[in-house]
């Protein structure tokens, strides 16, 4: 879990530094001329698409540890049912 829980928080501060990063094309754009603006929307796209794709992956991820999790508490479960072989 913490391992996937490492990668959400990787993915999250790399989102957030490309938002970091749009803010600041944002700006260039205001100053500067239509080669920034279109440099702009070519970046906005991979940027927004990049968004989706880690939305997408990390669902996948936190998917899986959830089946993971069903699989342990049900092998945990089948494990505290089955009788003890020892007398007491």
């Given at each position: 879990?913490?391992?996937?829980?490492?990668?959400?928080?990787?993915?999250?501060?790399?989102?957030?530094?490309?938002?970091?990063?749009?803010?600041r094309?944002?700006?260039?754009?205001?100053?500067?001329?239509?080669?920034?603006?279109?440099?702009?929307?070519?970046?906005?796209?991979?940027?927004?698409?990049?968004?989706?794709?880690?939305?997408?992956?990390?669902h996948?991820?936190?998917?899986?540890?959830a089946?993971?999790?069903?699989?342990?508490?049900?092998?945990?479960?089948?494990?505290?049912?089955?009788?003890?072989?020892?007398?007491?």
């Open positions: 879990m913490k391992k996937g829980t490492n990668l959400k928080l990787e993915l999250q501060r790399t989102l957030d530094q490309l938002q970091v990063l749009r803010d094309l944002r700006l260039k754009i205001h100053l500067g001329g239509m080669d920034a603006h279109d440099q702009w929307a070519r970046l906005e796209a991979q940027a927004e698409q990049a968004s989706r794709e880690v939305t997408r992956e990390s996948v991820i936190l998917k899986g540890v089946r993971q999790l069903r699989a342990l508490a049900d092998s945990l479960d089948q494990t505290a049912a089955t009788p003890s072989s020892r007398a007491p």
